[in-house]
C-alpha cells in the first residue's frame, strides 16, 4: 500500500508540474500575442527615380516563398488530408530542413527572378528571422541580390516561441510581404485584414494584412500596387469573405478615385470553381479550398486567368512529400485588376523546386 500511494503522489505531483508548464506557456504566448495596428505607414528604401508611363509594357510577379523551406521533400505540421481511398494524410515538418537547405531555395527563388527581370516582384512568406528558417534573413538576400530596385517590408507573422510539434518546434517567427520595384514609390500603407481571434487559432495564423503602393505616373494619376496573403487555415472560408470586403472597398476607392490597381499575391483560394479539380490528384479538395471567382469581385475588377493556368498550376498540397500527381494542386496565386489597365498573365513552371508555390508573371500597359 505504501508503494501505491507512493506512486499516486508521484504521478498527481507530475500530473501538477505538468499544468504548471502548459498554464505558464499559455500565459507566456498571450502576452506576447498583438496585432500591428492598421494603417500604418512603411519605410521605402533605396527609393528609385524612374516614373511610370502610359501604354509602356510592363511586368510584374508574385511569389509565395514558403519561407525557403518547401522543396520536394518537405511537409508541413499544420496540414491534413485525405487520400481519394480514405487514407488520412498529415505533414510532420514544423522547421526546414537545414540552414543550407533555406539558402539553397531562397538561391533558387533570385535565380527564377534575376531570368524573368520583372519590373516589379511581390513575394508572401518571407522571413527575417525566425526559428523554421533556421534565422536566414531572406529578406535581406533578395534585396541585396536587386540592387537597382527599391523595397518595403511589411510584416505579417511575428510569434512567440510556438513549441509544436515537440519533435520539430516551429519556433518563434518573424516574416512577412516583401514588395520591390524598379520605379519611384510615392508612398507605402500596411493595411490589416481581420482574423481568427479563436484562443488557439490566433497564436498559429498570420497577423495578415496587405501592402498598398503608390507610384506616380507622368502626366498624373497613380498606379496603385498591393501584395496580399490572406488567411489559409481557414474552414468554410469566412475570414477571407470577410477579408476580400476590406479589399474591395480599397481598390473600389482608388479607382474611383481615378488611379490603376494592381492586386497580387497568394489568395489561399482555388481561381474559379474550374480550378478546383482541373489538376490530376490523388487527393480529395482540403478543407482550406474556397473558391475565388469573378462575382466576387468589385464590377470595375477584373480576375486575370493565366493563359497556360490548365496546365500550370501555382500551388501544392503540403500534407505529404510531393508527388507528381498525387498532391492536390490549383491555381491560387495571381492577379485582379482595374478594367482600365490591359494584361495578360503566365504562371511559371518551377516543378515546385523552390517552394510550394509557383510564381505568376502579368505583363500590363496603363490605358
Known sequence: MKILKRIGIGLLSLIGILLVVIIGYVGYMQ???YRIPDNRKLSIKNNQSKQLSLHHLYFIITY???FGAYNHNFDFFMDKGELKNGTKTQGTRGTAFSKQSVLASTDGVIKTMKKQNPD????QEIDTHSTRSHYV???NLVEHAFKNYDHVFANNFHS????WPLYDPHGSVQSGLLSMSKYH???AVRRKYPVSSAFISKFTDLDRCFTVMHYPIKGGKELIVINSHMSAYDKGGKMRKAQMKILSKVIEAEYKAGNYVIVGGDFNHALGRDMLTHFDHQEKIPSWVSVLDQKMLPKDFIMVKATNRERVATVRSTDMKYRPKVNYQTVGDGFIISKNIKAKAT???TDYRYADHNPVRLGFSLK
Open 64 to 66: 509565395n516563398v514558403g
Open 120 to 123: 516589379f516582384m511581390l513575394f
Open 347 to 349: 504562371d511559371i513552371n
Open 31 to 33: 502576452m506576447h500575442y
Open 185 to 187: 514609390m510615392q508612398s
Open 160 to 163: 512567440a516561441y510556438l513549441a
Open 137 to 139: 534573413n531572406q529578406v
